[in-house]
Each structure stands twice: as structure tokens, then as C-alpha cells.
């Protein structure tokens, strides 16, 4: 796990303190999560593992099957069985399912609004299919899972939720301070909290014990020259999230966002020609969040 840094906060210490004191009240992972966590990065496991987990959650066993099935994967067979959607889906599409579905779970009865959460999670979803986007694009010369990458999309801005959640008094103070000043949503929240989501990510994983790819995703996505590992994905992540808010997939209208990362694009190589193709290849994509939404939300 990532050790945990010191900051030396200019914020208001008392709400940085109840910041750390309610994520104490975060609940652990769902079971089946944690152990699915383990069947995935396992070597020594198999698709009939994966199958036999899910099959006991009757939900997630709908919803894979349905995502087996829908026009966002395009199989041109039916599938019938969570074995066969493991089998063509893959476990880390398994995985992007089950924690996106078990995260949405976790903060659905919430009436709490300081963040628009369909607004939220289109804007995660459309970063993870631009994540996949990306790494496809580059298959041939860079040795990364796109499924992977969709998973640590969905799930980058999830130190949002946390806020939401358990400090949405001050957290509806951060956003309102975004909105007026016009600057981005991390800068907000630095200021007004004296933390920010990807730092709150950080005591996230180590609680949730999340994988190093999720986990520095989640942590370094807004800074990737920070980053000792994994930076290829990081970048990445941290690409796709600035082209899910340059195509209005955002939190508000006009969200203001980072600025990119200076090395972006030659770190991943990525010419003028390849964003053109990217970008389209996103914008034709975008209907397919809705249907995804869809599938994990019910």
C-alpha cells in the first residue's frame, strides 16, 4: 500500500479532523468483493472460481448477464451463464462490474446532493471508456488490459463520493467555492477541506486493501509524474479524465477542470492524429455509459 504522506493543511484543522474522523464509518467492502479482489489478482485461480462467487449474489448475477448481452460489449453470441461471461468478459471486466455495482450500492440511499451522482457516474463511466479507449488504440505497441483500465476509470473520482457522503455540509461548500471562483474541483476542496478526493482515496484503499493498479490510479490520477509505479496507467486514467470533461461529461455545466499533465501525451505517445481519432472514437462511444449506468444501477 501507499504510505501515507504528511501535509502541513492551510485549511480549517477542524474540518480536515472531521474529514479523517468519519472515514473511520466507511463500511468495509462487501464480502463477495473482497474475496472476487483476491480470485482476480490470483494466479492460481480460474473462470469457474470467478463463477461460482458470483452465482451466489443473485443481483450481481443478473446484472453480468445482462452486460454479457448488451450492445456495450457487442458479443455476437447470446451468453446464458455467469461461467460464459467470465470465460468472454474477462475477470477484470468481472471486476469493473462487481465494484462499480457494490461502490453504487454502498451510496444509494443517500439523499445527500452537495454532488449530482448520475452526473457523477456518467462522467466516471465515460473516463473509463475513454481509459479503454486509449489503451486499445495502442495495443500493438504498449502491454496494458483495457479492462483493467476501464475499472480504474470508473472508479478515479471515488474520494468524491466520500465527501459527499460523510462531510456534505462542507463538501456542498467546496463545490459551491468551485463554481463561483471557476476553479478546479481538487483546488476546491484542498482549500475549503484542507484535503482533496485523491488524497481521501489514499486511507480508502488501504482500509478497502484495494490493488496497487486501483489504488494508484485513484491516488495519482490528477498528478502522474508523482507517481513511483504503474505511471503508464495513471496517465492514462489521468488523459481519459480530461477528455471526458472536454466532451461535457462534468459534475456541473462548465465544470472547470486540471489542467493536463505536462508530459501527458509524449509519455503516451500520442500525436495530433491519435487524439483526433481518440476523440471520435469517444464521442461515438458515449451512448454506451447510459446503457452501462443502466445495467449497474438496477
Known sequence: MIAQQPRNFSADNDRYRRVIENIDNLPSLPEIVSRLLKIVNSPDTS????????????????????????????????????????????????????????????????????????????????????????????ISIRMMDPESAFCAGILHDIGKLIFNEYINEDYREACEYARKTNIPLIAAETKVLGINHAEIARILSDKWALPLDLEYSLVYHHNPGAADNIQELIATIHFADMLSHRIGACLWE?????????????????????????????????????????????
Open 47 to 138: 473462470a469457474e472460481d470467478a463463477a461460482e462467487l458470483v452465482e451466489k449474489d443473485p443481483a450481481l448475477t443478473s446484472k453480468m448477464i445482462r452486460l454479457a448481452n448488451s450492445a456495450f460489449y457487442g458479443i455476437p453470441r447470446s451468453i446464458s451463464s455467469v461461467s460464459s461471461a467470465v470465460v468472454i468478459l474477462g475477470f477484470n471486466t468481472i471486476r469493473s462490474l462487481v465494484l462499480s455495482a457494490s461502490v453504487m450500492k454502498m451510496f444509494s440511499g443517500s439523499n445527500k446532493h452537495a454532488v449530482d451522482k448520475d452526473r457523477f457516474w456518467k462522467h466516471s463511466i465515460v473516463c473509463a471508456i475513454a481509459a479503454k479507449i486509449i489503451v486499445r488504440h495502442f
Open 254 to 298: 462548465n465544470e472547470t477542470h486540471d489542467q493536463e499533465w505536462s508530459n501527458c501525451r509524449s509519455f503516451l505517445g500520442i500525436s495530433d492524429n491519435d487524439y483526433e481519432q481518440i476523440y471520435k472514437t469517444l464521442s461515438d462511444s458515449i451512448e454506451k455509459s447510459t446503457e452501462f449506468l443502466n445495467i449497474i444501477k438496477q
